[in-house]
């Protein structure tokens, strides 16, 4: 089966960057947009960029100029870049694929596979 797992998350400063990974098994990948979601307590969950199989990209304006989304299309495997981070990008992060090629339908969550999430944490 179609499994995702996150890894990179923990505990920095604000100011301070992290690198996020996801790697995915168990299907091709191709054709499916990649992205990655996060989720605040208290908050819903929100999207954060996206990356489809031709390198295009797609971010939320709260993180545009500080995270870089990218994939490796051989190792099946999304990164996130996070850099200046501040304590508001505190939160859950969750991989996921789907397989619109649509950015409306990939950033309103409707995707096919979801990772259990990494936690990142910014203190001020």
């Known amino acids: 089966q179609v499994q995702l797992v996150e890894s990179g998350g923990g505990l920095v400063q604000a100011g301070a960057s992290l690198r996020l990974s996801c790697a995915a098994s168990?299907?091709?990948?191709?054709?499916?947009?990649m992205g990655w979601f996060r989720q605040a307590p208290g908050k819903e969950r929100e999207f954060v960029a996206a990356?489809?199989?031709?390198?295009?990209?797609h971010y939320a304006d709260a993180v545009k100029g500080r995270f870089t989304i990218s994939r490796d299309n051989v190792e099946n495997t999304v990164y996130l870049q996070m850099n200046s981070l501040k304590p508001e990008d505190t939160a859950v992060y969750y991989c996921?694929?789907?397989?619109?090629?649509?950015?409306?339908?990939?950033?309103?969550?409707?995707?096919?596979?979801w990772g259990k999430g990494t936690q990142v944490t910014v203190s001020p």
């Open positions: 996921a694929v789907g397989r619109s090629n649509l950015v409306r339908t990939i950033t309103s969550g409707v995707m096919d596979y």
């Open positions: 168990g299907a091709i990948f191709s054709n499916y947009a």
């Open positions: 990356v489809w199989w031709s390198g295009t990209t």
